[in-house]
């Protein structure tokens, strides 16, 4: 059973910054690929970041250069530097896991961040 815990979340101010973590049971998260998406109030969710079994990151156009996704093989988690935070990344941020195989996707129950400006 594929779990997904997020944690890290939180109020802050404009150009402050936070560190999201993922903890994932059931899958690996160096052999898988891995990200992170954020849904605001009445939005889509959309793609914030994402790391391949083989490193090769990707991002959205609006966090390049403030955040940062990385991963710790030992504690297999998954993790999302935030810096330089604006009022509208406002969001629930929800960890994603799609496995190799079996076949699967998965997301966390996600964890709200909150920028005051």
């Known amino acids: 059973q594929v779990q997904l815990v997020e944690s890290g979340g939180g109020l802050v101010q404009a150009g402050g910054s936070l560190r999201l973590s993922c903890v994932a049971s059931?899958?690996?998260?160096?052999?898988?690929?891995m990200g992170w998406y954020r849904q605001a109030p009445g939005k889509q969710r959309e793609l914030v970041a994402t790391?391949?079994?083989?490193?090769?990151?990707n991002y959205a156009e609006f966090v390049k250069g403030r955040f940062t996704i990385s991963r710790d093989n030992a504690k297999n988690t998954v993790y999302l530097q935030m810096n330089s935070l604006k009022p509208e990344d406002t969001a629930v941020y929800y960890c994603?896991?799609?496995?190799?195989?079996?076949?699967?996707?998965?997301w966390g129950q996600g964890t709200q961040v909150t920028v005051s400006s």
């Open positions: 059931g899958m690996i998260v160096n052999a898988n690929a």
């Open positions: 994603n896991g799609k496995r190799t195989w079996p076949r699967g996707d998965f």
């Open positions: 790391i391949t079994s083989g490193g090769v990151i």
